[in-house]
């Protein structure tokens, strides 16, 4: 068994998903994502801090790597420039793209980060759990029940709806 389940946004302003799983054995991990606007002028800040990077690193001059980064763009588009490997969906905000950077993942303990939960309670019991038998071979009704809660709670809320409501929230906090 495996899902996963959005717990809410931290006090950095990015969101937590949760990842259940339950195989060999019980893991939960967590993975943490920022929204983010993109327009030209940041894809062009960031093809020139990716070109200044590379020309150095590389020790080739700056037309040439331009021409590398620019090719990069062209063939990953904005995978190629960002990491949003966590959650690569995208949302139309206004006329530009909102897309969620990948911040962290894993066993992050992000607990006491939460300031607006998406379910308290449910965020509670998946913290209560992890601490309890992660990475333990485990088959009882505490973990059924979690992956039954879980489902039901993503059965009543859409998932990509729900992080791009939250994404819209937090891009009107940073905006102030």
């Not at 990842?19 to 993975?31: A, L, R």
């Not at 973990?143 to 809660?149: H, N, P, Q, R």
Request: hydrophobic letters at 35%; charged letters at 35%; glycine letters at 4%.
């Amino acid at each position: 068994m495996k899902t996963q389940i959005i717990l809410g946004i931290t006090k950095n302003n990015t969101i937590v998903i949760a990842n259940v799983k339950n195989d060999n054995y019980f893991s939960i991990s967590f993975d943490e994502v920022e929204p983010f606007i993109i327009t030209d002028d940041i894809i062009d800040e960031r093809i020139d801090e990716f070109v200044e990077e590379y020309a150095s690193y590389e020790n080739i001059n700056i037309n040439k790597a331009r021409k590398i980064i620019n090719n990069e763009y062209d063939n990953y588009g904005i995978e190629g420039l960002f990491d949003i490997s966590l959650y690569s969906e995208s949302f139309l905000v206004d006329d530009d793209e909102m897309y969620f950077l990948s911040v962290g993942c894993g066993q992050l303990d992000c607990r006491n980060d939460i300031i607006k939960h998406e379910h308290k309670e449910l965020t509670e019991k998946i913290f209560q759990l992890w601490d309890k038998y992660h990475l333990q071979k485990v088959d009882n009704m505490e973990i059924t029940d979690l992956f039954y809660e879980i489902e039901k709670e993503n059965d009543r809320k859409d998932f990509d709806d729900s992080v791009e409501s939250l994404g819209r929230e937090i891009l009107n906090i940073k905006k102030g």
